[in-house]
């Protein structure tokens, strides 16, 4: 192996680490890392891109030159950190960074999830198992990975035990706080910052979910989420770590018929309406009405008629009026203005090829 030239044994070394003779990686490792301490996390994004683990000796020798990391700025290492999420087999980076002591002197947060139990008797509900879990499964979107690795430091200092087993009561927005002092610790440019704490605050929202909301909940809901709702989402699904097929499958149809039926509201919403803006109070203009019940019901027939496709949709004013005023409907106005007209269904004379009688039905 060539050792000249630090920066060609850094690449060198993340290329080939797995395949070079030993002793020879073992020689320049502490070289290399004292020129350029990023080699430690350009070996991390390695390990996850073929989730093979450097030789022991190798891991070892890492550990004391994690020190050598603290004279880089921070945003540096956030940047390459956020190299190393995106691998495919990012739960075995994440795993080696954890036994080279990266994690803990950088992200003591993480390793305080280490052996902590969300459930007992279930290894896989070790929180920083989970949590790796969580950001394997994760879109490999670098906000979305990045919320998805730090969405659960809130726990260990809400973890409290009853007879009903273990709580983490507010770990959400406990978790958004802490991030807000690991923040000025290891900065994020403003836009990833806001979207990290955003998601790590609202993780939970989307599992809160239920058939039964209104269509009004939906719309607040998605509303509420604005420009994080689709990470919001897929973070809620990364989430699901359940090896239980049926929870799991449970879990997924739920957040999955949350998307759709947000989804199906906001097509709603974007259709153009049937009728012009302002028709009402051309009616009450044009054949000297009052806002009433009965105004509201002659909107609706008109409405009716339009998806019917017996009148023709956003037409000018006088089209609509001068249906109304032939079809018979002003006839017979109510004497209470809270009362429905007596005949919606009354046949209006001709006007040229328009609808026979609002009752009829489109063939």
């Known amino acids: 192996m060539d050792n000249s030239g630090a920066s060609m044994n ?29 080699t430690i ?4 994004t390695r390990v996850g891109e073929t989730g093979v683990m450097p030789p022991e000796e190798v891991t070892e020798a890492c550990k004391p030159l994690i020190a050598a990391l603290k004279e880089l700025p921070p945003e540096q290492l956030v940047e390459a950190l956020t190299e190393t999420l995106v691998t495919t087999k990012v739960e075995e980076a994440l795993e080696w960074l954890l036994v080279i002591g990266f994690i803990k002197e950088f992200y003591p947060e993480l390793e305080a999830c280490k052996h902590l139990k969300q459930e007992a008797g279930r290894h896989h509900k070790d929180v920083w198992e989970h949590t790796k ?34 709580h983490f009561h507010g770990h959400a927005e406990v978790g958004a706080r802490m991030f807000d002092k690991l923040n000025r610790r290891m900065p994020f440019e403003n836009a990833m910052r806001r979207k990290i704490r955003f998601l790590i605050k609202y993780h939970l ?10 269509d009004s909940a939906v719309r607040r809901f998605a509303k509420d989420m604005d420009e994080h709702l689709v990470d919001l989402l897929d973070l809620s699904r990364a989430d699901i770590t359940s090896k239980r097929p049926g929870r799991r499958r449970s879990l997924l149809f739920q957040i999955s018929a949350l998307s759709d039926r947000i989804d199906a509201l906001r097509a709603e919403d974007a259709k153009e309406p049937n009728l012009p803006k302002g028709l009402g109070n051309a009616i009450m203009d044009r054949f000297d009405l009052e806002a009433s019940r009965w105004l509201g019901d002659l909107i609706k027939a008109l ?3 339009v998806e019917a496709g017996e009148l023709e949709g956003q037409q ?3 089209y609509y009026l001068e249906w109304l005023g032939q079809s ?6 109510p004497e209470s203005l809270g009362s429905k007209p007596e005949s919606l269904g009354s046949k209006p004379e001709s006007l040229g090829n328009k609808p026979d009688s609002l009752g009829s039905k489109p063939e």
């Open 10 to 38: 850094l690449q060198h070394a993340v290329r080939e680490v797995h395949s070079c003779p030993l002793d020879e990686v073992m020689s320049f490792l502490p070289t290399i890392v004292a020129d350029q301490p990023l």
């Open 41 to 44: 996390l350009a070996l991390a």
């Open 133 to 166: 879990l969580v950001v394997k499964q994760a879109v490999r979107r670098p906000a979305l990975r990045w919320g998805a690795l730090l969405h659960d430091i809130g726990k260990p200092p809400t973890r409290t035990f009853s007879d009903n087993g273990v």
């Open 205 to 214: 929202r989307s599992a809160q979910y239920e058939d039964d909301w209104t």
């Open 303 to 305: 409405n009716a008629k």
């Open 316 to 318: 000018e004013f006088d």
């Open 328 to 333: 018979g409907l002003l006839d017979n106005k």
